[in-house]
């Protein structure tokens, strides 16, 4: 009889702690982002070219665009702006851009809402060689 209720009392409180265990495996857990996120592109420039770098932005915030470093020569200016990727994929239509040459700070300040982006670098008609460049693109 004593072994009996050793028993019972034994399955009693495997099952409490298998309901308490199954209680916690029911809580999902969201993967945790860190943000900001950085990305850093580099990428080369042909004369009368450009290149265009596509990103995503999980939620609203804002996003930095630098120009890290350009040439040689170390003084090239060139275009940078930030838009919005066509459908295809194919271009990139800015709704913001400047021209300007390496920076340590960032020169495209904006606002995004969660979703698709885009970066393009491109000659303002001064290259007279492809130049190499580096992007830093901060975002949320």
Excluded: K
Aim: contains cysteine.
């Amino acid at each position: 009889m004593m072994i009996r209720t050793t028993f019972v009392w034994l399955c009693l409180s495997i099952a409490t702690v298998a309901i308490a265990g199954c209680d916690d495996a029911a809580t999902a857990t969201s993967p945790t982002t860190t943000s900001p996120v950085t990305d850093t592109w580099p990428g080369q420039i042909p004369v009368g070219g450009s290149a265009t770098r596509s990103f995503s932005s999980a939620s609203s915030g804002t996003a930095t665009i630098t120009l890290t470093q350009v040439g040689p020569p170390a003084d090239v200016v060139v275009g940078l702006g930030v838009g919005i990727p066509h459908a295809d994929g194919t271009a990139c239509y800015l709704t913001q851009s400047m021209e300007t040459g390496a920076s340590s700070a960032p020169q495209i300040t904006v606002s995004v809402e969660a979703g698709a982006y885009c970066v393009r670098v491109y000659d303002i008609g001064r290259l007279t060689s492809q130049v190499a460049f580096g992007v830093t693109i901060v975002r949320p």
